[in-house]
């Protein structure tokens, strides 16, 4: 996920606790992976405010080991306690499984981890978490052909999970295979019509493919992604970009340059409408505004 | 052929920041030197950060270097190189999507390198840089990546120990690239704040012993 850089501050200074208890909320919400951020506010919440939490606090002990995980070796013993707590308070839990899968798979225990999820497959199909772990194993041994068939195979079943899609469009775009990455994103836009991230991908690719037809396509989605999100910065470059192309590819009428000029100019008015608005420094505008007159068209 | 490659601190820490700070994706950079090169040495005085997100896909790639090469003009420096690290730990190898984005910021310089982020030798930050550098071999219609020596760090041994420091203050926390900046134009791409940082971590090293 997308976010600003941090503070170099510890993250639970000067928090109270319903700041802390709906941070980590946040970031579990929206699957948020700084991890060193929620290793810190995690263990803190668990040593001073475990009553506080309530039930809550089994949700962040998962979590905390997740986030653990990525900080070991320094964090296993913080890993350990987490299992062996849930394990008490949970046993049999799928969930649990999971977390001693992950631990071994950063042990680099793929065999094992691989018959783990494969029986937790077994024991039950509908769950979908072991799957994709079977991808990621596949990932961190730079088996990438191996990750894509697992993860199609796993999408020809589960067609509703949506960061599978988008986890096989990422590994297609790695392999330059822009096709099959677009297939992926249209998925996802029939999922979800209305998001322009979605749309500003599909047009991010078409645009890499490159070609007058592409480049036509790649201008509409950004378009639509500006409009269902004017403050899509990415969005708006894009149409900029694609339209100054579209006004000097090939041979165009008078007409259909001049429209894609217009495009271009009022995709540049926009930009510079949104840097103003955010108030950046005075030099930025300066620099910002020779730039786009050097994307736009001539 | 330049073949001696020399980073500031400030470089070395903005490099370095960018790859810990995005440690589960690729990372990658465009390396800046002064205008008027000395054609012995090629002397990276700083970076700038591009993406940690779609390292590949092209229009803002586009976008950010025509930014950059804006900035870099206003400043008295050029872009001179690209710097790239693999999303998975073990590939420390050029690419293919390292290599063509590298060619294409080399093309209109006549001196360049591709730096490639060794992520294994990120355990060992106080005994050796994690870096592969690359040279341009052009032909007439492509360019082939050679390896190079491993270039050398402002104040040497003394600006190694920088490294380690920046992982302990957490100062690759604050680090902004291209994507941070186009998710909320108002942070800076230039990082005035870690420049200062990594200015205090300079002057409190003797100058007589800058090599």
Redo the contacts between chains.
Sequence with gaps: M???????HPVNENKTWPDIRDTLREWRKDHV?CS?RIVELGEYALTHYSSNLGNEKWAVYEQLCVAAL?LCPSKMQVVNRCIQKLAEQFPSSLRVSMLEGLRLEYLKKWEEALEMYNSMIEYEPTFPAPYKRKVAIF??Q?KIADAVSELNTFLDTFSCEHESWLELADLY??Q?SYKQALFCVEELLLQYPHNHLYHQRY???L??L?GKENLEA?CKYYCKAAELNPSN??AL??VL??SSALASIGKVSAKVKSDHQTLAAWAADMIEE??KA????KS?ML??V??LD??SPK | MTEEVQLSLRAYAKILSHAV?N??TAVNGVLLSPEDEDKERLDVVDVVPLFH??T?????L??AL??IE??AT?RSLRIAGYYHGN??H??NEVG??AARIADKIVENCETGCLLIINNTLLNHLATELPFRVFHPIRSTDRIDWKEGDKPRLQFGERGLARGPEIMK???Y????DM??H???????WDNGALNEAVKLFSESLPVSQEE
């Design positions: 997308l976010r600003d850089p941090e503070t170099v992976r060193e990525d990932k961190a730079g775009i790695g330059q047009a991010d690719i645009h890499t490159g790649s910065v990415r470059y894009g970009m694609s949104h840097y955010e108030r950046v420094d930025v620099e910002t020779s730039v050097k994307l | 700070q440690p589960y997100y779609n590949s896909l092209s229009p803002m586009t976008v025509t930014q804006e900035y206003n999303e998975h073990d590939d293919f999507v203050t957490h100062l926390r604050s680090l902004v994507d941070h186009y998710d909320n134009v108002r942070c800076s």
